[in-house]
């Protein structure tokens, strides 16, 4: 199961002797495991009954004798053991020899005073392992795998339903914008504005453009979205922020071309009948960047794209020949970007 089937499943007080947490993103990782840690201690925030290994320095059958032996202080405990690599097919750099026949065993007959969490930050498990299609069989297996882009609406409506506030479409936007497909970033974010709105409260845009950090990454469509409503105060307000942060004005040029220079691209291959995942081959960028740039490629003509590339091009070169103090030009470039 994926990570929000997971979710719903121990909300149901739902729990298990053995779970296997696999996928390399350790936000969903860290999450799930302190969602078991609660439902097993049922809130009790003792931590004397949580153990903690790492299998690259500690064997499996080290691990399943510590499961197997009986908790002196508490009626249960908890056994996370990490890097599980024993169940793909790469070989770790360790010098550990694990006895899975030890695992195999235990998931025969697993104790019922204590929870395995075994976790493998991995892509991919070896499927062809006995020891894997074992836990397939008796752990309940957790895919904690990087969000894709197109999912990232799903988990907004997830963390927004968790802090009890909602968003209004350009506030919403906004977010995602700032916050890519990072989901610790937007759990903070979300976090933060829960804060400021309250139990049920709503995010609108202005309040989301007040408190919603920026992100440099996410900058160059922020830009582009200010441009598209012909926003100069909002676009000029998220430059100096930005410088605030030390960002340099050159750098911010070539991260707005770019931007713009995807979404050019993005809509000549368009016209051409490319779908999304051959673009992502083709241009060779992030899935999250080629979908924003489908979502903004409607509002521009191909001629107004290349006229502000040609713009941000010029800009670049006059700094760069000394011929405008940088800070200045910036402004300029984005007054002229919004006047096109």
């Avoid at 395995?116 to 299609?133: C, G, H, Q, S």
């Avoid at 409506?157 to 610790?184: M, P, R, V």
Wanted: charged share 25%; hydrophobic share 40%; proline share 2%.
């Amino acid at each position: 199961m994926n990570y929000l089937e997971a979710v719903k499943q121990l909300k149901k007080k739902t729990t298990a002797p053995i779970f296997l947490l696999y996928g390399e993103e350790q936000y969903l990782i860290e999450s799930v495991v302190n969602q078991i840690i609660q439902l097993v201690n049922n809130k009790n925030q003792d931590q004397e009954n949580i153990i903690q290994y790492d299998l690259e320095e500690t064997a499996i059958d080290d691990v399943i004798l510590e499961v197997e032996t009986y908790p002196f202080f508490t009626d249960n405990k908890i056994v996370i053991a990490n890097q599980a690599f024993f169940l793909t097919a790469k070989q770790a750099k360790t010098q550990v020899e694990h006895d899975v026949n030890q695992l195999l065993e235990y998931l025969s007959q697993p104790v019922d005073f204590s929870t395995l969490i075994l976790i493998a930050p991995y892509e991919k498990l070896d499927e062809r392992k006995k020891i894997t299609k074992q836990l397939k069989k008796q752990a309940m297996m957790i895919h904690c795998e990087e969000v894709k882009a197109w999912e990232i609406d799903k988990w907004v409506d997830h963390l927004s339903s968790q802090y009890q506030i909602y968003f209004d479409k350009g506030a919403e936007q906004l977010l995602i914008n700032e916050t890519g497909t990072h989901l610790a970033l937007l759990e903070k974010e979300i976090e933060k504005l829960a804060l400021y709105v309250g139990e049920n409260g709503k995010v609108t845009s202005e309040i989301a453009q007040e408190l919603i950090s920026h992100q440099g990454n996410a900058t160059g469509l922020t830009l582009v979205d200010m441009v598209i409503e012909k926003n100069l105060k909002g676009a000029v307000k998220i430059y100096r922020d930005l410088i605030r942060l030390n960002q340099e004005p050159i750098a911010l040029i070539g991260l707005l071309a770019s931007q713009l220079r995807t979404i050019y691209q993005v809509k000549v291959l368009l016209k051409k009948g490319y779908r999304q995942q051959q673009m992502v081959k083709q241009l060779k960028v992030h899935p999250y960047v080629i979908k924003m740039s489908m979502d903004r490629e409607k509002k521009f003509t191909l001629e107004k794209l290349y006229q502000y590339i040609d713009v941000c091009a010029q800009t670049d070169q006059a700094i760069k020949q000394g011929k405008m103090e940088k800070n200045l030009a910036f402004e300029v470039l984005l007054y002229q970007l919004i006047k096109i």
